[in-house]
């Protein structure tokens, strides 16, 4: 019986490691030979059909290009080489370029841009929430290389949207269900500089270089994406020597950054500002719904503390909603300045009167809601409860509750929100694109702005916006909806984001794209 | 004994049937209607209250209580947990199926540390009581129960990982990945089980059987190996193999500190996600997996200790 | 008994270290140098000096400070979650282990059943049902804790329900809840109060790690939990952060475990004598 039982015991211990030694498979090899980047990302690549907002975009850009792209210089040929627009704004005609075939093989031709277009107008009310596809009246392959959309009124971003890997990016016609995308693509087939793989759901992904790019073939041949959903665990890693490469306007923290000063052996990239960090105000509640309660928020928020004191001087404090710096949004907006006593004084004229427990009411309505953060960015929470703090002086009482991503999105499109983070386009979408949004829900501004008395108004000059056809008509109309705006007083804007870049030292070509969710990968070597 | 192997199994099925009952109720009480939500997840622009009666329709949601508890048990039964809410192409089967694995290899190496260190040490403690080993022992063994288990493991993380450079801080891929999360683990129960398979001994060592054997002559070794030890082990074995499903379900939170992409970890991405089908099949499975291990290890004990079955007369 | 406890050291030591921690989280508003909501955020992660006793945190606030106040929500969280499941498991346990027959059959399939869910996921799935505030968390522990002490509770007042005073007492005609609270409720006291001490060790360790998934307490509510939270948060550039709430919290489940060993040790009349 006594063997029987350190028998048994034996047994077990064998058995269990052989379980444990025998499923850990050498799942990924060390990245030996530097022509592997090992990046991480906070979640997995998930559905990289172009033609829908389901996948991670850094992954979808490397594998699928679209016709333009945008730059700072502007619109830069793709896979069209050249293009004219009619000067009714109306006709825009595409020369394909030549020899570029998908990475199965397939040829870009005319046929295959019109296919891809089919299928995304196939599925336009999904887009239409971004009048991406309303304006378009036919489209059609005019010879072999020639491709041509006619609208049915002038649309003046459309080039830029264009330009856009969602959803106008090229994806094989083979790749696609009998002609249709919108419910799924059976390959990931582009003409990207790199192609998929392989996929571990939830533990990485791996990318190498297309064989058949028709461009500069990239230098880092592979790429291995890990899933690190932890902030922390993502930066110890990359001090181990695990990750190459953390890249994202909301992935590093200053003091992180401050930290990594120090090491040699890293380096640290910033770019220029991309995109306005702000707060909305839903004007559709019953605290926030009164313009008063909104403007003392404004003068109660010291963006410069938060500038100098949570993002170390890297991102500058802002005052507008777009930057002033940004094509037709210099329109002299009196900013809201840091003021104390003006915010309490606009608040007590309003009728918000301090309790005995400090916190103002009015009308039996306490002077109370909720700010939702995303908890997947770095800096969010600590904006939150830094500004909690700070309200709280003012007799302001908020509360702040964090969700990740997908949640937070969804309660921010369907407006379940007082007060959020809202989600900034940035650079070139701003703000024709940007404002295009406010029309409907996509992020949180359509649910924010409905309690506004001039919504209407200014839903009818964002439409005017992007009918307008002359320089002039288009800024007079951009300074009216911007200053509505401004008055209204719904967008807290906080600081300019920038892009920011922490990586060995060895890796070279780090740099920013116009579109702070492209990683320009094709352009790193060691 | 046969006839009582039987009478447990039967035993259980009302049990499982509770169990079945209770994560169906749970499922029915949460605030968001299920037909919204996976309207709003295939990302319909606009959702209509037309467009959520007829999901509801197909759903089936309008369906009394019992039919559809009945209709819910029948789909698990025949292996359909459901579809997760915010992946609409993952069933919940292939998430869990996926995830399992992970979990399992996390719980297995941990009870293979909670074997290898507790019983030794137990064992020397309890024969070298109250000796500077045996309270060094005792108090290494409190303050590692008392520590939160993620503060064990981030401070683990910080010194061997960051300090040392001597495992990597996290992820899934090979054997030295695996170390540090299953160590934590098993510190808890480490400490548990020192203390019990020390009470254990001790308790035996009062026994008359051994002032028998002591009176007979026997070496001290001896009798500590041939009749002592086998009494203490049967029912510490039995309580280590009943804490199986404790210990797949308690990596929960290791899981998250080291991103170890298993089961406990899905679950808390789904309760921050509202992804309730998941959360659902995930404490069905634990529930589960407990009343089975229970019966398995009750069935175990009694059949290898004399003293409970003589109970059974 | 009582003699036998206050000789033994080691529980002297720890109720002491209890009753201090207790004293401190009361005195709190007298002993903070800071509020512990007051954030400064240019004065983030300073070092322990005379104006900090243990430095700042990331929003410039004084962590000595927050240690204080948070003992209120660590403590006092525990305190009620233990209050609300010994209040209901004692209830259970007396009514099925002294009524028996259907009572108690319904009572113990119930039990079961509840017992067949390990606690920490069971908590989080009704968080996950209920949402996420404080309030959820204590109904949730409460919801799943208390099968186990009626079970316990149960097995004792089976074993005295036919002992001698028991039927004496029902002979000379008290009523069922008169038994229960005056005769059946000091013979399972100290089993009870064992129980209790060795719980409040989970249920501060459960509440903390709740807070440390982001499913207890809320910011800004410094809680000793929460704060190791936060902690987390900055664990690659300021990893010293972590300490003192994590040895505090240590230390103090530590004693509540002590103790706990302590009063089983003073019960057990077989460990007394050896």
Redesign the interface.
């Known amino acids: 019986m006594l063997q029987k039982g350190w028998k048994l015991v034996g047994v077990l211990v064998t058995v269990l490691l052989l379980i444990v030694l025998g499923g850990c498979s050498s799942g990924e090899k060390a990245a030996v030979e530097k022509k592997e980047l090992v990046f991480a990302n906070f979640r997995d690549i998930r559905d990289l059909n172009p033609h829908l907002y389901g996948g991670e975009m850094y992954a979808q850009s490397i594998l699928f290009e679209p016709l333009v792209r945008v730059s700072e210089k502007g619109v830069e040929p793709c896979l069209a080489e050249k293009w004219d627009i009619s000067p009714d704004g109306k006709v825009y005609t595409f020369y394909i370029r030549k020899g570029v075939t998908f990475s199965d093989g397939e040829i870009l031709d005319a046929k295959a841009v019109k296919a891809n277009f089919d299928a995304v107008y196939e599925n336009k009310d999904r887009h239409s929430l971004l009048d991406r596809m309303k304006p378009v009246q036919s489209m059609e392959a005019v010879d072999d290389y020639t491709f041509r959309i006619t609208l049915k009124y002038p649309y003046y971003p459309m080039l830029i949207e264009l330009g856009g890997t969602r959803p106008f990016a090229m994806v094989s016609p083979k790749a696609m269900k009998n002609g249709s995308t919108k419910d799924g693509v059976n390959a990931y087939i582009g003409t990207g500089p790199y192609i998929l793989s392989e996929v571990a759901t939830d533990k990485y992904a791996v990318f190498t270089a297309n064989e058949k790019y028709w461009g500069k073939p990239p230098a880092i041949k592979q790429i291995r994406v890990k899933v690190i959903s932890d902030n922390q665990t993502r930066i110890l890693a990359l001090q181990n020597g695990e990750i190459d490469l953390i890249y994202g306007k909301d992935m590093l923290d200053a003091e992180t950054l401050k930290g990594f000063k120090d090491k040699n052996d890293f380096v640290e990239s910033l770019s220029g500002p991309i995109s306005t960090r702000h707060l909305l105000m839903n004007s559709n509640t019953n605290v926030l719904g009164d313009v008063n309660v909104r403007k003392a928020i404004q003068h109660a928020t010291n963006k410069e503390a938060i500038s100098k004191g949570i993002f170390n001087d890297i991102e500058k404090p802002a005052d507008a909603l777009y930057s002033p710096g940004i094509k037709y949004c210099d329109v002299g907006l009196k900013p809201y300045q840091y003021d104390v006593a003006q915010a309490n004084a606009l608040l007590d004229q309003a009728g918000w009167i301090k309790g005995t427990d400090g916190i103002r009411q009015k009308g039996g309505q306490k002077l109370s809601f909720t700010l939702l953060y995303c908890s997947d960015r770095v800096t969010e929470k600590t904006i939150a409860e830094y500004l909690q703090n700070e309200y709280a002086k003012l007799g302001i009482q908020m509360g702040i509750r964090g969700e990740e991503e997908q949640s937070y999105r969804d309660n921010m499109k369907a407006g379940k929100f007082d007060m959020v983070f809202n989600i900034a386009w940035g650079t070139p979408q701003d703000p024709q694109t940007s404002m295009a949004a406010m029309r409907a829900p996509v992020y949180g501004d359509y649910a924010a702005q409905l309690g506004l008395p001039d919504k209407v108004e200014i839903d009818k000059g964002i439409t005017a916006i992007l009918g307008s056809i002359s320089d002039g008509e288009r800024q007079k109309l951009f300074a009216d909806v911007l200053t509505r705006l401004h008055e209204d007083a719904v967008y807290l804007p906080l600081t300019y984001e920038c892009n920011k870049a922490l990586y060995r030292k060895g890796l070279q070509g780090v740099s920013f794209d116009a579109n702070p969710y492209r990683i320009p990968f094709e352009r790193m070597h060691y | 004994m046969r006839y009582y192997i039987i009478k447990r199994m039967l035993a259980t099925v009302?049990?499982l049937l509770?169990?079945t009952f209770?994560c169906f109720v749970?499922i029915d009480?949460?605030?968001s209607d299920p037909a919204e939500v996976v309207l709003?997840v295939r990302?319909i622009?606009i959702i209509t209250e037309a467009d959520i009666a007829q999901m509801r329709a197909d759903l089936g949601l309008d369906d009394p209580f019992f039919v559809r508890y009945f209709r819910w048990l029948g789909d698990c039964l025949q292996g359909n947990l459901g579809i997760s809410y915010?992946?609409p192409?993952r069933t919940v089967v292939g998430e869990l199926a996926?995830?399992l694995?992970a979990t399992?290899?996390l719980a297995?190496?941990s009870?293979?540390f909670v074997?290898?260190l507790s019983?030794p040490i137990g064992i020397l403690s309890a024969v070298y009581k109250d000796s500077w080993f045996d309270r060094i022992i005792r108090g290494i063994v409190?303050?590692t129960?008392?520590?939160?288990?993620?503060?064990a493991g981030?401070?683990l993380?910080?010194l061997l990982?960051?300090k040392l450079?001597l495992l990597?801080?996290?992820?899934?891929?090979?054997?030295q990945h695996?170390l540090m999360p299953a160590f934590t683990v098993s510190l808890t129960y480490i400490s548990t089980y020192i203390r019990l398979i020390r009470n254990n001994i001790l308790e035996n060592m009062k026994q008359d059987y051994v002032l028998y054997a002591n009176a007979r002559g026997l070496s001290q070794r001896s009798i500590l190996?041939?009749h002592i030890?086998?009494n203490s082990?049967?029912s510490c074995?039995t309580a280590i193999g009943m804490s199986i499903?404790?210990l797949i379900?308690?990596t929960?939170?290791v899981e998250?500190?080291?991103?170890w992409?298993g089961v406990g970890q899905l679950?808390?991405?789904?309760?921050?996600?509202?992804d309730?089908p998941i959360?659902q099949a995930?404490?069905l499975l634990?529930?589960v997996l407990?009343?089975v291990f229970?019966l398995i290890f009750d069935i175990i004990q009694m059949a290898a200790d004399p003293r409970l079955r003589k109970e059974l007369g | 008994m009582l003699k036998r406890l206050l000789h033994n050291k080691m529980a002297m030591v720890c109720v002491g270290f209890i009753l201090m921690i207790v004293l401190l989280g009361l005195l709190a508003p007298v002993l903070a140098p800071h509020d512990p909501y007051y954030n400064n955020i240019l004065n983030k992660f300073q070092a322990p000096s005379l104006e900090y006793p243990l430095g700042t945190d990331n929003l410039g606030r004084c962590v000595f400070s927050r240690m204080l106040y948070g003992v209120r929500p660590t403590l006092f969280l525990s305190f009620l979650t233990m209050a609300g499941t010994i209040g209901l498991g004692l209830l259970m346990g007396l009514l099925a282990g002294y009524l028996k027959g259907k009572v108690d059959e319904v009572i113990m399939r119930i039990i079961d059943i509840m017992l067949s869910f390990p606690s920490q996921i069971m908590v989080l799935a009704v968080i996950a049902l209920l949402g996420v505030n404080i309030q959820n968390v204590i109904i949730a522990n409460v919801f799943i804790k208390w099968a186990w002490y009626a079970r316990m509770i149960r097995t004792s007042v089976v074993q005295y329900t036919d002992s001698g005073f028991i039927l004496f007492a029902k002979s000379i005609g008290h009523n069922t809840p008169y038994i229960l609270w005056h005769h059946m409720l000091p013979c399972i006291a100290s089993e009870l109060v064992v129980l209790a001490s060795l719980d409040m060790g989970w249920a501060i360790l459960n509440i903390s790690t709740l807070s440390f998934l982001g499913l207890g307490v809320q910011a800004p509510i410094p809680e000793w939990g929460a704060m190791l939270s936060e902690a987390k948060n900055v664990m690659a550039s300021r990893p010293e952060q972590m300490l003192v709430p994590g040895v505090s919290l240590m230390l103090l489940v530590a004693a509540f475990n002590m103790l706990g060993d302590c009063l089983r040790d003073v019960m057990d009349p077989k460990e007394a004598r050896s």
């Open positions: 009302p049990l509770g169990i209770l749970f009480l949460i605030p709003r990302q622009a915010v992946n192409t996926r995830c694995p399992l290899q297995g190496l009870l293979v074997i290898i019983l409190f303050l129960t008392a520590m939160p288990v993620y503060w981030l401070l993380m910080w990982a960051i450079s990597p801080t996290s992820g899934s891929g090979g054997f695996l190996f041939n030890l086998k082990l049967q074995i499903p404790q379900s308690g929960i939170v998250n500190v080291f991103a992409p679950c808390i991405t789904s309760i921050f996600n509202r309730y959360i995930y404490v634990v529930g407990f009343v229970n």
